[in-house]
């Protein structure tokens, strides 16, 4: 829980500190979560880090309303210090910002509490509760016995008996009004992994505040009525830090566990995906502090979001609405040359939308899938490519208990069981890589051997919404599928017909994968790419009949994936 350096708030001294090789987990301090909204009122910046430091200066220099009831709210529960990204990250900074972002994790899950700011649009809109006349929802009371005054020589009062209305309202018995995805603070990308690897959090919502940890969850209001005490949908340190990777750090993991971390997995990412950045660029440091509680206690490791211990069968994730390209490069340099780089297009990090990566445990046992190629990747200091190697020799364990699928039709489309990829091999089809020019794409291009062949690809609005898109074979055959369309079902009639239009296209398919439950019925997962610059690039992913696939003359070829 060591630091090797951080700036923190002191809430007695109202100034920024700086704590050296400091012990996280020897100190007491709290961490703020919020929304920033519009800019915020008071940044830390090159130009004024040396007066922040100075007593008291964040009574004269006042940072956003938020920001200052959180620091108030610390001080009162007696904690020392607070750390708030605003302030304890330098804006101008991409060296500090790159530290302190890597510490982020650390810094959320050994605070003694995460304060949620969950109510408002933006940092200015405070901790409800906190001031005076930042509440207004009214409970009415109801007098079952009304007050009165005994006549008799006693002279009692009696107070009475009265019902109050309470907060809510709960529509349902699972209390879903409570879940946070709705808010602001719910929909921003950042904010995510802030939840997830706190382990204590107070939350503030429009009306009351609530506790979540590992072992309780409470709010201000109280219910006698309720068979269940409503629980708080607040998916944080009890699904993600304190309870399933607690038990997945065991060294004798079994099927059912690891399955769970998979599961996980695909809803953290869900979850992610559905959420937004005002920096595009974000989406990866956003991340990072989920990825790195997924290598600390499950000991998995990822590439661009993807893990690489079942690297091949993720690249077959699925979009969950309309997708567009992330354009954006990275907010901070990343890399050797420690550049900013563009996403891949074969990482869900590299679209805006949501998205399903759906990896199992043993895909081959469980779904009868099988990865068709293997992949590398391209690394320019000093220049090479590496195997991304599955952590748990995926291959090995799937020939023990499935063989490779072997049909009559196999051969005529992967003419070769040989996938390694060499460094001359690549110098031989893609020279320009060797250059300095693309030393920007490290870690950002996958090559591998792969069956490739032509097919037409059709919306189809005979069903649904959504619509699926149709795969077509030369002869206008119906031979696969790929996934759904978002878009057209939000258009007008004249734009509908141009959307099909531009979507009725031939394209290149290249195959990842194959599955069957019945070996006379070989499906082959494929991936529809396109071409830009020398390189290959995602567009959809699908599935096609093996019979068809051979039918359309496949070729074999080494693809150079960005």
């Known amino acids: 829980c060591r630091a090797w350096f951080t700036r923190m708030i002191d809430t007695t001294k109202k100034c920024i500190v700086i704590l050296n090789d400091v012990d996280l987990s020897k100190i007491n301090f709290a961490i703020l979560s919020y929304v920033w909204g519009k800019d915020q009122k008071l940044k830390l910046l090159r130009s004024n880090r040396d007066e922040l430091e100075e007593f008291e200066s964040l009574t004269t220099n006042v940072p956003s309303k938020t920001i200052v009831d959180a620091i108030n709210l610390a001080k ?34 050994t605070a003694n509490v995460t304060i949620v700011a969950a109510a408002g649009e933006d940092a200015d809109a405070g ?13 009415q009371e109801v007098f079952v016995v009304p007050p009165s005054r005994d006549t ?26 409570h879940n946070l995805t709705n808010t602001k603070w719910g929909s921003r990308g950042w904010t995510m992994q802030e939840q997830y690897v706190s382990r204590r959090n107070l939350i503030f919502t429009d009306e009351q505040v609530w506790w979540s940890c590992s072992c309780a969850t409470w709010c201000e209001e109280a219910y006698f009525d309720l068979k269940e005490v409503p629980r708080f949908q607040f998916r944080g340190a009890r699904q993600l830090d304190s309870g399933l990777l607690e038990l997945l750090s065991s060294t004798e993991l079994h099927l059912g566990l690891r399955q769970a971390l998979w599961d996980a997995y695909r809803r953290i990412v869900t979850d992610y995906t559905r959420r937004s950045f005002s920096y595009d660029g974000d989406v990866y440091d956003a991340f990072s502090a989920i990825l790195k509680a997924f290598r600390s206690l499950a000991g998995q490791t990822f ?52 998205a399903e990566v759906a990896v199992s445990e043993e895909d081959a046992v469980l779904l009868a899938q099988w990865p068709e190629i293997v992949c590398y990747v391209l690394r320019t200091v000093p220049f090479r490519i590496e195997r991304i190697e599955n952590q748990f020799n995926d291959q090995k364990q799937h020939s023990e208990v499935l063989p490779e699928p072997g049909t009559p039709l196999r051969a005529q489309w992967k003419p070769t069981s040989n996938l390694d990829v060499s460094e001359n091999q690549l110098l031989k089809h893609y020279a320009y890589f060797a250059d300095e020019s693309y030393a920007h794409l490290d870690e950002g291009v996958l090559f591998f051997w792969a069956s490739c062949a032509e097919f037409r690809v059709e919306l189809d609005i005979s069903t649904g919404p959504p619509h699926w898109y149709m795969i077509l074979s030369s002869d206008g055959q119906v031979v696969g599928k790929c996934e759904r369309d978002f878009e057209a079902s939000k258009m007008t009639s004249q734009q509908l017909e141009q959307h099909i239009l531009d979507k009725t296209v031939s394209s290149q398919f290249i195959v990842l994968g194959s599955r069957s439950f019945d070996p006379s019925n070989i499906l082959l997962d494929v991936m529809q790419i396109g071409w830009r610059g020398g390189l290959a690039h995602r567009i959809d992913v699908g599935y096609i009949s093996e019979e068809a696939w051979v039918n359309e003359k496949p070729v074999w070829s080494l693809i150079a994936l960005g």
């Open 303 to 354: 590439l661009w979001g993807l893990p690489r211990s079942r690297f091949e069968a993720a690249l077959r994730w699925e979009r969950m609405d309309i997708h567009h390209r992330r354009i954006a490069y990275s907010t901070l340099p990343m890399g050797p040359h420690k550049l900013r780089l563009p996403f891949p297009s074969w990482s869900w990090m590299g679209w805006i939308g949501q």
């Open 76 to 109: 009162e529960l007696q904690l020392p210090y607070i750390w708030v990204d605003a302030l304890c990250i330098l804006q101008d900074d991409d060296k500090d910002k790159a530290i302190q972002v890597g510490a982020m994790g650390l810094l959320y899950n």
């Open 152 to 177: 008799t020589s006693l002279g009692c009062t009696t107070k009475g008996i009265s019902l109050m209305t309470t907060l809510g309202p709960y529509a349902s018995s699972d209390f879903e009004s």
């Open 127 to 139: 901790l409800p509760g906190l001031r005076p006349n930042t509440r207004f929802a009214e409970q």
